[in-house]
């Protein structure tokens, strides 16, 4: 394990950052934790589940991270033995190894967290499209249309990070065998036990080219799908709050038909960005079709 005991006072937040083969993009994370502003004031855990490369190694470079190794391949499994390691320190961040975000963004978030009242929140997202080709970019823009952001600024899905106070994640146990664990972690809360702090900003990672976006759409609609399905097995989604009304409907047909409910926001500048999303979505539920019809199975570190 890579912990290096440090001098300070009381931790004021535990943050768990499950890992997947991250040796070269976890620095970028792990660089934010250690700086001086907030060095120490955080429990840090790295929870690599399943690597082949060097993260933990990278991880245990750096002071007062703790780092450990478990045999089992599922992000779920990283969640849940950090959840372990972390114990009863709160306000509780779960961070994707690969986000990048500022130390005054993770200070707004601890803050916003530090509370009695059950509260959850996430940073304000920018995507790092600028290595990224025309159709991905225009992919990403597409998000930002009145369309889309009507939903998002209502969920805590796709931004890297999110975090309880220590009442909010008592709402439940452990979280499932679900891909879309952010989807999950959402679905537990009302839209007043939200917020999203406009000072904490994260740069989430993006793909490149088209193959690699494909893929990764590939694997959320895997992660869609196990969630609708989850909802009807008992003990899988406890869901006390949220009405299936309050979600966003994830098939085709449901944005088609949201598109023409919402036609007086889009944008004359939308309309490239948000069907080439459409398109993309499309190709991607019709790939995931194709893989689960020869047998393939879908993988989510």
């Keep these: 394990m890579g912990w290096t005991t440090v001098d300070h006072m009381p931790s004021h937040a535990s943050i768990i950052i499950p890992a997947y083969n ?28 399943g690597c082949t490369d060097r993260t933990r190694q990278v991880a245990e470079e750096y002071a007062g ?16 033995e950090g959840d372990r390691l972390a114990g009863d320190v709160y306000p509780r961040l779960y961070c994707d190894a690969d986000i990048r975000i500022s130390p005054s963004s ?16 996430a940073p304000v997202v920018r995507y790092a499209v600028e290595e990224s080709t025309w159709m991905v970019k225009m992919f990403f823009r597409a998000l930002e249309s009145p369309v889309i952001t009507r939903w998002h600024s209502e969920h805590l899905v796709g931004r890297g990070l999110y975090g309880a106070s220590r009442a909010a994640r008592r709402r439940f146990e452990s979280f499932p065998a679900l891909f879309a664990d952010d989807l999950f972690f959402d679905s537990q809360f009302g839209p007043t036990e939200k917020a999203t702090p406009p000072d904490a900003i994260a740069t989430v990672w993006v793909p490149v080219n088209l193959r690699q976006l494909i893929r990764g759409e590939v694997r959320v609609a895997e992660g869609n799908k196990q969630y609708r399905a989850a909802e009807w097995d008992e003990g899988v989604i406890t869901d006390h709050v949220v009405t299936r009304h309050d979600r966003f409907e994830l098939r085709l047909g449901d ?6 409910r919402w036609r007086r926001d889009l944008r004359g500048g939308d309309l490239v960005p948000v069907f080439v999303y459409l398109g993309i979505v499309a190709a991607a539920r019709m790939s995931l079709a194709v893989k689960k019809l020869r047998g393939h199975q879908i993988h989510w570190r």
């Design 22 to 49: 991250e040796e070269t993009r976890i620095r970028g994370l792990l660089d934010t934790l250690s700086d001086p502003s907030i060095r120490g004031a955080y429990d840090v855990y790295v929870v690599c589940n």
């Design 65 to 80: 991270v703790l780092a450990v190794e478990i045999d089992g391949a599922g992000k779920h499994l990283a969640l849940n």
């Design 106 to 121: 993770i200070v707004a978030l601890v803050e916003a967290l530090t509370t009695e009242e059950v509260k959850v929140a």
């Design 255 to 260: 944005r088609i038909t949201a598109l023409r």
